[in-house]
């Protein structure tokens, strides 16, 4: 083998190397707006749900910039879960705009997602600095583009949702991210049945990178957060045009007939880095302890069923002894059974309340593939009663012991980390049982 072509294979396997850089976060969800079958805008319930999501390293570049030939070598995921309606991941172009925090696309989803639940959502971003504070990725969808309406005025009508994500601090370090949420884990974590579904067909797809803000309208992270485009092929599944709504004159959120763009053409076609998968059906078990231990903590009153339902029969627990500093001196461990291994999605939901400030909260789940526990989520312990409904990272049936009859299994730990005002704290439960999703 040739020196020119040894070192063509180093250089590719550097830069898959490069690569494979993959990380879990967490994303809050602000709000869920989207409308339902009578032409409604709904909002959905979304206090405390958080959900987990996958971020891969990729090698996006300035629109302006040289391509990386070697940059093809990384593949995009597959969904076996689900079907994938949607696909532009073409990883030898990806791209961004560095003024493009906020901007619009359209996807023609392939008619084999009507009237399913969107399952996953893979996209694309790259940042300047990174985010030290929360930040949050908006998006919105319109059915139809209407022309003659002018400048400065919204061309993309019809709205059919409107959704704020929160990254946490941290969730991004400097560089280009491809990241995927799991919608299908919101969908199990709504309490009712009538849930609407989110539109499917030709949609106007917005993203808009703003600073956090409690109403959802902070400032556009101009200059620092872009969407990454795909742009060597025209979408592998479904279909959009070489256009998109660069919202610049000016930017605030509207995107007007003359600000439809394009990147000049094939190689840089002006289409998102975009993945989306469906399902048809699904069903959401709760599932409830059926046994309760302490593995740290002293017993105050309660049993498992008082973990079942929010009705005030509390199992209560008070700190007990630890072997280390590091231990938490309460450490609440339930075990339950899912109806099957073969899950779409598995949230912990939970009700808690500390007597006393200056404690934080844990929750872990057992991972039975790495024989591990998992944490899920870590946050100062309310004062108050506060439900929490988080979802797992991962594979979901990888925390289901299937040879045992489908175990599942979770911990909540409490643990002081700062000022107390008793010396002998506790908490109490109201409510801790698993939402399992299937087919």
């Given at each position: 083998?040739?020196n020119r072509?040894l070192?063509?294979?180093a250089l590719?396997c550097a ?5 494979a850089e ?5 994303v809050?969800?602000a ?8 032409g409604?805008?709904?909002d959905?319930?979304?206090k405390g749900?958080?959900l ?6 990729i090698d996006a ?7 990386n030939?070697f940059?093809a ?6 969904f076996p879960e689900a079907s994938?309606v949607y696909?532009?991941d ?5 791209f ?5 925090a906020s ?6 989803i ?11 959502l893979?996209?694309g971003?790259n940042?300047v600095l990174?985010?030290?504070v929360k930040?949050?990725?908006r998006?919105?969808?319109w059915?139809f583009y209407?022309e003659?309406?002018?400048h400065d005025?919204?061309s993309?009508?019809s709205l059919v949702?409107?959704v ?5 601090p941290?969730?991004f370090?400097?560089?280009?991210w ?7 884990n919101y969908?199990?974590?709504?309490p009712?049945s009538?849930?609407?579904?989110v539109?499917?067909g030709?949609i ?6 703003r600073?956090?803000?409690i109403?959802?309208e ?7 957060f872009s ?12 279909s959009s045009?070489?256009v998109y709504?660069?919202?610049?004159d000016?930017?605030n959120g509207?995107?007007a ?6 990147f ?5 076609f002006?289409n998102?880095?975009m993945t ?9 078990d ?9 593995f740290r903590?002293?017993?105050?009153g ?7 339902f929010?009705?005030q ?9 630890t072997v280390n500093?590091?231990e938490?001196?309460?450490?609440i461990?339930?075990?339950g059974?899912a109806s099957?291994a073969?899950l ?6 939970i009700?808690?309340?500390?007597n006393?400030?200056g ?8 991972n039975?593939t ?5 944490q899920?989520d ?7 009663d506060?439900?929490?409904t ?5 594979t979901?049936?990888n925390y ?6 489908n175990?599942v299994?979770?911990?909540v730990?409490f643990?002081?980390t700062g000022?107390?005002?008793l010396?002998n ?14 087919p």
């Open positions: 083998m040739s072509i070192t063509l294979a590719a830069a898959v190397s490069s690569f993959v990380r879990w976060g967490q809050e969800l709000f869920f707006r989207v409308r339902d079958e009578d409604r805008m709904v959905l319930p979304t749900i958080v987990p999501v996958r971020m891969e390293r570049r300035p629109v302006n910039q040289t391509r030939p940059s070598f990384q593949f995009p995921p597959t994938t696909q532009n073409t990883p030898s172009n990806y961004y705009d560095p003024q493009g901007s619009a696309d359209d996807i023609n392939l008619p084999s997602g009507n009237g399913q639940w969107w399952y996953d893979t996209l971003v940042t990174g985010n030290s930040v949050m990725n998006q919105l969808g059915q209407t003659g309406l002018g005025v919204q993309l009508t949702f409107d704020g994500w929160v990254f946490l941290g969730q370090p400097p560089g280009s491809k990241y995927t949420i799991p919608i299908h969908w199990s974590q709504i009712n009538n849930k609407p579904r539109p499917n030709l106007y797809f917005a993203q808009q990178w600073a956090y803000h109403l959802g902070g400032t556009f992270l101009d200059g620092d969407s990454v485009f795909s742009g060597d092929l025209q979408p592998q599944v479904g045009e070489d709504w660069g919202d610049w000016p930017m509207t995107y007939e003359d600000e439809v763009d394009f000049g053409g094939e190689p840089n002006a998102f880095l989306l998968s469906t399902q048809a059906t699904g069903v959401t709760t599932v409830r302890p059926t046994s309760v231990s302490l903590g002293i017993p105050n309660g049993n498992v069923g008082s973990l079942h929010v009705d029969n509390y199992y209560r627990t008070n700190k007990g002894f500093a590091q938490a001196p309460i450490q461990i339930m075990e059974f099957t073969s779409t999605g598995l949230s912990a939901d009700m808690t309340q500390a006393t400030g404690l934080q909260q844990t929750v872990d789940m057992y039975f790495t024989n591990q526990w998992v899920v870590q946050r100062a312990a309310p004062t108050s506060t439900r929490l988080v979802g797992a990272p991962g979901p049936s289901v012991d299937a040879p045992n009859g175990i299994r979770m911990r730990s643990k002081a000022l107390t005002t010396a704290w506790g908490c109490r439960v109201d409510l801790s049982n698993w939402l399992a999703s299937h």
